[in-house]
């Protein structure tokens, strides 16, 4: 099953970034429809989805047969369907789906999700269903008081969370599952049905918590005693700013052990197995072809784009940094900021409009209401890889006057692309910055 957004993050897609992203989903689509694929079940509709264009979505689902649901959402021609019923493992499975009725869906109508929910379950469950999957494209906020208002899902596949190795519980008696986005890692679930039971749990959830909740403590008090013992105002301000961190973390793995604690003793149990897509895992040779081809296609757009030549703005790169700051420099060349480039390369992915732009200098910088450096791969020139100005701003006004004052890196600077989404949830700012960090001293 997929939740949604498989083939684009949102209802938003520049006309630079739409022929790349169509080129994309007939890819995905022909991807999922490949001999030894296994196929797929059931398919949430989402505006990520619609945005590559309606037309599309449902020329690519009548070729391949793809199977999408999205119960409060209407596109016309009974497209998609509200839900379905399908047997595994010698039971009943009802699947619904639901976006968000707020959201963008050029030629289809979204309703109510609460008003679509309860229907669905009514009908799956009047249909013998045994289990009933909820496929969320909801913001976090509304799929956890949807969960709430409308008890009776079973398990609900988020389709905007992070990776969610142990699935966690819902409000409902329910759990909630999450593979992570952009397609890297794939969620194998197993359950036991208990007769009678109106709840589901996973063993390992409340040692796992209650880990990580240990885990916490102790860095926030390390990172209180280095603000105490701090020598200076810059060492005592990365220091708080990592008990910041740290404690709202805690904050967070405490409520959820607290709610895991208060589940039902007689449940369903359920066991998630989160397989990240990495190396490890052989590329199928008919995907591979499939991947290949399209990358080629993507390349050809980039190139045939009618973008200008190299932007000549307030960027300079990082090259005209170097011979008054040879130290940082070099540091930053230890980085792997500064290869990050080349890594696109290695993957043939430069061209690419949804990545390239966190693999060079000022791409995702907004000053005045306008991107200040590159919005489109063939403009990178000098600027590419993560550079100095990534971090502390645009540099001709100091290369003119070199008493300009740069900007410093926060937190902040650093989420534009260390997103939780685009990492898959493995940046924290408190550990990360003393890999890259030069001029200052490094917290301990």
Not at 62 to 76: E, M, Q, T, W
Not at 341 to 359: E, G, N, T, V
């Amino acid at each position: 099953m997929d939740a949604g957004n498989l083939y684009w993050k949102s209802a938003r897609l520049t006309a630079d970034e739409l022929p790349q992203q169509q080129e994309k989903a007939r890819l995905m689509a022909a991807a999922l429809s490949s001999e030894g694929s296994g196929g797929m079940d059931a398919m949430l509709l989402a505006e990520g989805d619609v945005a590559v264009g309606l037309v599309l979505v449902k020329e690519l689902a009548s070729k391949y047969a793809l199977p999408y649901v999205a119960s409060n959402l209407d596109c016309g021609d009974g497209f998609p369907a509200k839900d379905k019923v399908v047997t595994r493992g010698g039971a009943t499975i009802g699947v619904l789906g639901v976006v968000d009725d707020r959201g963008q869906f050029p030629g289809c109508t979204a309703s109510d999700p609460q008003a679509a929910v309860r229907a669905g379950l009514e009908r799956l469950r009047s249909e013998g269903a045994k289990v009933v999957v909820l496929l969320d494209a909801l913001p976090d906020s509304a799929s956890a008081g949807l969960a709430a208002a409308v008890p009776g899902v079973d398990l609900v596949v988020g389709g905007t969370s992070q990776p969610l190795q142990s699935p966690l519980p819902l409000p409902g008696g329910g759990l909630r599952l999450g593979a992570g986005t952009r397609g890297r890692s794939v969620g194998v679930l197993t359950w036991s049905l208990v007769d009678g039971a109106t709840a589901w749990r996973e063993d390992s959830t409340l040692g796992r918590l209650a880990s990580q909740r240990d885990a916490f403590r102790q860095k926030v008090d390390e990172a209180k005693a280095q603000r105490d013992a701090a020598a200076g105002e810059t060492e005592r301000t990365v220091a708080e700013r990592r008990t910041e961190y740290y404690q709202k973390e805690l904050d967070e793995v405490s409520a959820q052990l607290e709610q895991a604690s208060g589940a039902a003793v007689r449940a369903h149990a359920a066991h998630n197995n989160l397989v990240t897509l990495d190396t490890a895992v052989a590329d199928d040779p008919v995907v591979q072809a499939l991947v290949d081809a399209a990358k080629d296609r993507i390349a050809a757009l980039a190139v045939q784009a009618a973008v200008g030549k190299p932007l000549v703005g307030p960027y300079v790169g990082s090259q005209a940094c170097a011979s008054c700051h040879p130290g940082p420099t070099g540091q930053w060349k230890s980085t792997p900021h500064a290869n990050a480039y080349a890594s696109l390369i290695a993957k043939k992915r430069q061209f690419d409009q949804a990545c390239f732009s966190c693999h060079v200098t000022g791409a995702v910088a907004v000053g005045g209401g306008e991107v200040l450096g590159p919005t489109h791969p063939n403009q990178v020139g000098a600027l590419s890889n993560v550079g100095c100005e990534s971090c502390h701003g645009p540099g001709s006004a100091h290369v003119k006057a070199p008493t300009t004052p740069m900007a410093m890196p926060t937190a902040a600077t650093c989420v534009t692309c260390h997103d939780k989404t685009q990492d898959d949830g493995r940046f924290d700012y408190a550990s990360y910055l003393p890999r890259i960090i030069h001029g200052i001293p490094s917290p301990r």
